[in-house]
T-cell receptor
C-alpha cells in the first residue's frame, strides 16, 4: 500500500536558522511522483515542487532545496535561512502513475520565530 | 491566473441536513478532487473525477456523494450530515493525461455540523 510519513509533527526554529522537513514514502510502483505543498495560515495549499521517480537530481529554488533519495525512499525539504513568512504547515505527497491519486503525509507544522 | 473557488469559506449545518459543497475551476482541467483535512491525519481523498459524469471513490467515501455535470464544476454532497463530518473540505483540480501534474487547490470550506 502507498503511504507517506512525515514523522515531525511540529518544528519550531528561530529566524535565519536552516530547517529540514522529513518525508518518507512507500510504494510498489516504479513510476511515481512526489510533491511538496505549503499551507499558510490562510488555508490554501500552495504547490512547491513535483519530482518524478526517474529524476533523482536534487533541486534548489532560492532558499528552498529538496533531496530525493530512492535508496531510502525519502524526499526531504530544506529551508535555508528561514523567515517568519515560512511559518506554515507543509505536506509531502505521493502520486502513483497508475492511479493519479495523491496520498498525503500528516503534515509538519513549521513555526519560525523572529 | 489559475483559480479554484469554493462556494463557502465557513458553513454551519445541523445533524441530518443535506449539505452541498460546490467547487469551480477555470483552468479547463479534466481531473477534480475532494479531500477532507483533519488535524494529525493530513488530507484524505473522498472522491475524484476524471471527466464529466465520471466519479471514483477515494479512500473515505462513506457518507458522501458527488456530482459532475459540467467540466468546471464538482459538487460534494453530504446526504445526511453528521457531527463526525465536521472538518475542512478542500477541492482541487489538475490536468488530465498520462503525466501526473500538480493539483491546484481551492481555499477550503470549514464545515461545522452541530
Amino acid at each position: 500500500a502507498q503511504k507517506v510519513t512525515q514523522a515531525q509533527t511540529e518544528i519550531s526554529v528561530v529566524e535565519k536558522e536552516d530547517v529540514t522537513l522529513d518525508c518518507v514514502y512507500e510504494t510498489r510502483d516504479t513510476t511515481y511522483y512526489l510533491f511538496w505543498y505549503k499551507q499558510p495560515p490562510s488555508g490554501e495549499l500552495v504547490f512547491l515542487i513535483r519530482r518524478n521517480s526517474f529524476d533523482e537530481q536534487n533541486e534548489i529554488s532560492g532558499r528552498y532545496s529538496w533531496n530525493f533519495q530512492k535508496s531510502t525512499s525519502s524526499f526531504n525539504f530544506t529551508i535555508t535561512a528561514s523567515q517568519v513568512v515560512d511559518s506554515a504547515v507543509y505536506f509531502c505527497a505521493l502520486s502513483e502513475a497508475s492511479t493519479g491519486k495523491l496520498i498525503f503525509g500528516q503534515g509538519t507544522t513549521l513555526q519560525v520565530k523572529p | 491566473d489559475v483559480k479554484v473557488t469554493q462556494s463557502s469559506r465557513y458553513l454551519v449545518k445541523r445533524t441530518g441536513e443535506k449539505v452541498f459543497l460546490e467547487c469551480v475551476q477555470d483552468m479547463d482541467h479534466e481531473n477534480m478532487f475532494w479531500y477532507r483535512q483533519d488535524p494529525g491525519l493530513g488530507l484524505r481523498l473522498i472522491y475524484f473525477s476524471y471527466d464529466v459524469k465520471m466519479k471514483e471513490k477515494g479512500d473515505i467515501p462513506e457518507g458522501y456523494s458527488v456530482s459532475r455535470e459540467k467540466k468546471e464544476r464538482f459538487s460534494l454532497i453530504l446526504e445526511s450530515a453528521s457531527t463526525n463530518q465536521t472538518s475542512m473540505y478542500l477541492c482541487a483540480s489538475s490536468l488530465g493525461g498520462r503525466v501526473i501534474t500538480e493539483q491546484f487547490f481551492g481555499p477550503g470550506t470549514r464545515l461545522t455540523v452541530l
